[in-house]
């Protein structure tokens, strides 16, 4: 068939003889579901698959919500830890620093207190920047 195109175009004063056409067609999607098309495809081609696709992304969905709660309540404890070790340690420090000042050397007090103070002031400006970056980040994340 080559042969008669080529002949015909050389008997033509060389003029096209047809037009070819090629289409490439893709889909795609993104989300836990397909569109309603292909799950009624799929539905066609294995009768119940689709319910089955369905219930795939709730139990993916739930077990994720799951997930994110454990993680959720997993900080919260771990914050109320932080929250009352430190208590603790600060108020040894500053007990430690009073009878310190109290029988032994006021200065040597006054050097503990201080410094009891100083790293509690530390770690509170150190968690308020954390957490501001953080949802610095996450502001930026949403955004894209």
Do not use: C
Not at 46 to 52: D, K, L, Q, T, Y
Not at 65 to 82: C, F, H, M, Q, Y
């Amino acid at each position: 068939m080559n042969k008669d195109l080529s002949q015909q175009r050389d008997n033509n004063d060389k003029k096209p003889v047809g037009v070819v056409s090629v289409s490439h067609v893709s889909h795609s999607f993104s989300g836990p579901l397909p569109p309603p098309e292909v799950l009624e495809h799929f539905n066609r081609v294995v009768p119940g698959s689709a319910e089955r696709i369905i219930r795939m992304a709730e139990e993916q969905f739930a077990h994720r919500t799951e997930l994110e709660k454990k993680v959720i309540n997993s900080d919260i404890a771990r914050s109320k830890w932080g929250q009352i070790l430190g208590f603790i340690i600060a108020l040894v420090g500053l007990i430690v620093s009073a009878i310190v000042a109290i029988y032994g050397s006021a200065v040597a007090g006054g050097i503990i207190g201080v410094g009891t103070l100083a790293s509690l002031v530390g770690v509170f400006m150190y968690g308020s920047k954390s957490r501001s970056s953080e949802r610095e980040t996450k502001r930026i994340e949403e955004k894209k």
